[in-house]
């Protein structure tokens, strides 16, 4: 038996279609298989290897260079902090240890015991201006502070939000206008 839906295989066969390159299309497809499996199972892969005509190895090879694939089963909601140089200077450190704190667990890639959160630390986001920040339920938040992730979180441990599916990649902000200068 499949373990991805049919519905979604039929998608995935239609995404390099949409790109220059078609093995450009490993990586949403990889982010689709994820979406309705929870994690990259071995299984998974080969399906999507197969419905893109792709070798396995290179689809394998793709979803272990990228920490945004999961190879093992994480939370519900997983916490993406960039602990880079911009994000780490405005007290990413501290952002860390709250999401630790609030989601109850110890380090990368543990889930909570009610499998609601787990959280992973990544490279830079591109969203530098905004730190720190991270990525959550394929959203970017930014400007954090520890209260912050306290709002999130508890957001997320009320039944409907949890059993609410992650929405779409909202647009970054504007960049912020620069301050004149005076004199
Ligand atoms: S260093 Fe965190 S977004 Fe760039």
């Given at each position: 038996?499949?373990?991805?839906?049919?519905?979604?295989?039929?998608?995935?066969?239609?995404?390099?279609?949409?790109?220059?390159?078609?093995?450009?299309?490993?990586?949403?497809a990889?982010?689709?298989?994820?979406?309705?499996?929870?994690?990259?199972?071995?299984?998974?892969?080969?399906?999507?290897?197969?419905?893109?005509?792709?070798?396995?190895?290179?689809?394998?090879?793709?979803?272990?260079?990228?920490?945004?694939?999961?190879?093992?089963?994480?939370?519900?909601?997983?916490?993406?902090?960039?602990?880079?140089?911009?994000?780490?200077?405005?007290?990413?450190?501290?952002?860390?240890?709250?999401?630790?704190?609030?989601?109850?667990?110890?380090?990368?890639?543990e889930?909570?015991?009610?499998g609601?959160?787990?959280?992973?630390?990544?490279?830079?986001?591109?969203?530098?201006?905004?730190?720190?920040?991270?990525?959550?339920?394929?959203?970017?938040?930014y400007?954090?502070?520890?209260?912050?992730?306290?709002?999130?979180?508890?957001?997320?441990?009320?039944?409907?939000?949890?059993?609410?599916?992650?929405?779409?990649?909202?647009?970054?902000?504007?960049?912020?206008?620069?301050?004149?200068?005076?004199?």
């Amino acid at each position: 038996m499949s373990s991805l839906s049919a519905h979604l295989l039929e998608e995935i066969r239609e995404l390099p279609a949409k790109y220059p390159q078609p093995r450009s299309a490993v990586m949403p497809a990889l982010d689709l298989a994820q979406e309705e499996v929870g994690y990259l199972t071995t299984e998974a892969m080969t399906e999507v290897a197969a419905a893109l005509q792709l070798d396995p190895g290179y689809v394998e090879g793709v979803a272990t260079f990228y920490t945004l694939f999961h190879l093992q089963p994480v939370g519900k909601h997983c916490f993406y902090v960039c602990t880079n140089l911009s994000c780490m200077l405005r007290g990413a450190g501290e952002i860390v240890d709250r999401v630790k704190g609030a989601a109850g667990v110890r380090e990368p890639g543990e889930v909570s015991k009610d499998g609601l959160f787990s959280y992973e630390e990544v490279e830079c986001l591109g969203a530098c201006e905004y730190a720190p920040m991270m990525r959550l339920d394929h959203g970017y938040h930014y400007d954090l502070t520890p209260e912050k992730i306290d709002a999130l979180i508890a957001e997320r441990r009320t039944p409907a939000a949890a059993a609410q599916a992650p929405g779409p990649l909202p647009q970054k902000p504007k960049p912020r206008a620069r301050k004149a200068k005076s004199g």
